[in-house]
């Protein structure tokens, strides 16, 4: 192409455009200047940031709740284990002597009361009064247990947990109903008042209502041994068992050092020398074995239940071994 074609052709198109914005200079103006206005960054409000992040945290929250509510139950509701009753059942005499009270206080009190407790066979009673639900009750289960195991046989013993809705909720541990015990020293009434879902489950006998008149019991759990010494608060708290299964707990029990095995182990000796001042110190082979003597000497010094009592009938109170509603066929 020549220079003088290339001049012409410069000059068509000058011309052209010109032409254009004479017809359309506002639109022309509103292109330019929308042009410039996407050209320039935008300034975003704090405001987006804040709120994300508050969602952020609502998201994190409701996660852990979910899953704080749906934690995996460790321990379980069903018929006797007979590996877990075996171990609760036979802890080590060295267990007892190495642990004596584990640092764990005395809930025993003295009732100063000349009213033996007794069985249907003469034999000293100890009566234990429960609710399946109770957390409390779950915790004293487990020294209750091997206490009573050096003293007899239990047979059947189902394991349960604690109401999933209390405090330290699903507290592994046993319940009473539909268990066998047998002793030739001593006759255990247990009563398990409510079932998990604060249901009646068993009703005292009027005999079993006069001991739970006679002592003002107005919750649980609360044990009476032979009339002589009774209990209404767990030797340590429910909030040691959490986490734990049957199996974990009574693995645990072989091990004198650890902490848990302390406090019910100590809670055993504790309830154990009160037996034993029941039966006259039998068997021997109990009574006699550190650190017993010694615990015994001191629970002998236990305050006094200061609950005001209720007159009852006088002579050996007897309470039936079973009721008539405890199947025994678990």
């Keep these: 192409m020549s220079r003088k074609e290339s001049k012409q052709l410069s000059r068509a198109a000058r011309r052209q455009r010109e032409s254009a914005l004479k017809e359309n200079p506002k639109g022309s103006s509103r292109t330019s200047q929308g042009s410039t206005r996407r050209r320039q960054p935008q300034r975003r409000s704090p405001l987006w940031f804040i709120g994300g992040l508050l969602v952020c945290v609502v998201i ?3 996660v852990f709740i979910y899953l704080a509510d ?4 460790a321990g379980v509701i069903g018929p006797t284990d007979r590996e877990v009753l075996s171990k609760v059942a036979h802890v080590k005499q060295s ?9 764990t206080p005395n809930v025993l009190l003295r009732t100063d009361t000349t009213q033996e407790l007794t069985g249907q066979n003469g034999k000293s009673e100890i009566f234990y009064y429960g609710a399946e639900f109770c957390p409390y009750c779950g915790a004293q289960r487990w020294p209750l247990v091997v206490a009573l195991s ?3 046989t239990f047979s059947k013993l189902p394991e349960g947990l604690s109401s999933d809705q209390d405090v330290d909720p699903n507290t592994p541990t046993f319940t009473f109903v539909n268990s066998q015990y047998t002793s030739p020293y001593i006759d255990f009434v247990p ?3 409510q079932d998990r879902d604060h249901k009646p489950l068993q009703t005292p006998t009027p005999h079993e209502q006069s001991i739970i008149k006679q002592f003002g019991v107005n919750g649980f759990p609360f044990v009476d041994i032979a009339n002589r010494y009774v ?3 767990p030797f340590y708290d429910p909030a040691l068992l959490q986490g734990l299964s049957q199996k974990d707990i009574a693995n645990k029990l072989s091990n004198a050092n650890d902490s848990l095995t302390q406090n019910i182990v100590g809670g055993a000796n504790y309830l154990t020398a009160a037996i034993c001042s029941a039966t006259h110190d039998q068997p021997a082979n109990v009574c006699t074995q550190t650190p017993i003597p010694a615990i015994e ?3 002998m010094r236990s305050p006094l239940w200061s609950q005001p009592q209720v007159d009852v009938a006088s002579g050996p109170v007897a309470l039936y071994t079973r009721r ?3 199947d025994l066929s678990a």
């Design 231 to 233: 209990a209404s608060n």
């Design 324 to 326: 008539p509603e405890d």
């Design 150 to 152: 050096r003293f007899g």
């Design 191 to 193: 009563v398990e008042a």
């Design 60 to 62: 994190v929250v409701g």
């Design 95 to 103: 267990v007892f002597s190495q642990v004596k009270t584990g640092g």
């Design 297 to 299: 000497q001191s629970v």
């Design 70 to 73: 749906h934690q995996p139950v």
